[in-house]
């Protein structure tokens, strides 16, 4: 398919407001001239002379929905053997491709925390322990959260507590115990309030 030769033309932006561009595109193409004309210049360029025979449109009429193409950047002219042709502004079209179906920007980057949970617990469950202590740190403190602060919990409710996970409730126990998040004192188990 030939095309019309030009420079291709920037999609219209308005700094700060995204939805009238898109607006104006889309009142473009909801014509059924305008698409029709559209469907010939994707053919061919051509002429105003040339579209008023293949349209039967008064020339105003066809004139204005060209210079509407144009606007929103889909149509482009040139001159040619001193005549002006009218074609697709392909450069324009591929930059509104490109704007319209855009990969969604990339999510808020996560937290070093985050980060570290994501890596060890699937869900709900923990299914593995980190080997570095400041890691396994962040571990614990997720774990401890499930307990209230200054509330007595015996063994088989910490047990209860703590199953599911992909590292035995002994161990996990022990290390809550072991890094500070809950103290134990026969049997009875109490979440230690986070220091400020």
Same mark, same amino acid.
């Given at each position: 398919?030939? @095309?019309?030769?030009?420079? %291709?033309?920037?999609? %219209?932006?308005?700094?700060?407001?995204?939805?009238?561009?898109?607006?104006?595109?889309?009142? =473009? *193409?909801?014509?059924?001239?305008?698409?029709?004309?559209?469907?010939?210049?994707?053919?061919?360029?051509?002429?105003?002379?040339?579209?008023?025979? @293949?349209?039967?449109?008064?020339?105003? +009429?066809? !004139? !204005?929905?060209?210079?509407?193409?144009?606007?929103?950047?889909?149509?482009? $002219? +040139?001159?040619?053997?001193?005549?002006?042709?009218?074609?697709?502004?392909?450069?324009?079209?591929?930059?509104? /491709? !490109? +704007?319209?179906?855009?990969?969604?920007?990339?999510? $808020?980057? =996560?937290?070093?925390?985050?980060?570290?949970?994501?890596?060890?617990? !699937?869900?709900?469950?923990?299914?593995? *322990?980190?080997?570095?202590?400041? /890691?396994?740190?962040?571990?614990?403190?997720?774990?401890? =959260?499930?307990?209230? &602060?200054?509330?007595?919990?015996?063994?088989?409710?910490?047990?209860?507590?703590? $199953?599911?996970?992909?590292?035995?409730?002994?161990?996990? +126990?022990?290390?809550?115990?072991?890094?500070?998040? *809950? $103290?134990?004192?026969?049997?009875?188990?109490?979440? &230690?309030?986070?220091?400020?």
């Amino acid at each position: 398919m030939s @095309q019309a030769n030009q420079a %291709p033309h920037a999609a %219209p932006t308005t700094p700060g407001d995204e939805k009238q561009p898109l607006q104006a595109l889309a009142k =473009a *193409l909801l014509d059924e001239e305008r698409l029709r004309l559209l469907g010939l210049l994707a053919q061919q360029p051509a002429t105003v002379a040339t579209l008023r025979q @293949q349209t039967e449109l008064p020339e105003a +009429r066809l !004139r !204005r929905h060209l210079q509407v193409l144009q606007e929103v950047g889909l149509v482009a $002219q +040139r001159t040619a053997a001193g005549e002006t042709v009218y074609g697709l502004d392909v450069g324009a079209m591929q930059q509104w /491709k !490109r +704007r319209l179906f855009a990969a969604e920007p990339p999510a $808020q980057s =996560a937290t070093p925390r985050e980060r570290v949970l994501a890596r060890f617990v !699937r869900g709900e469950q923990l299914v593995q *322990l980190p080997a570095q202590p400041d /890691k396994l740190r962040l571990v614990l403190e997720w774990l401890a =959260a499930q307990f209230a &602060v200054g509330v007595d919990y015996p063994e088989r409710e910490v047990n209860r507590l703590l $199953q599911g996970h992909l590292v035995d409730q002994a161990t996990l +126990r022990r290390l809550l115990v072991d890094y500070g998040f *809950l $103290q134990r004192q026969a049997s009875i188990y109490r979440r &230690v309030a986070a220091k400020e």
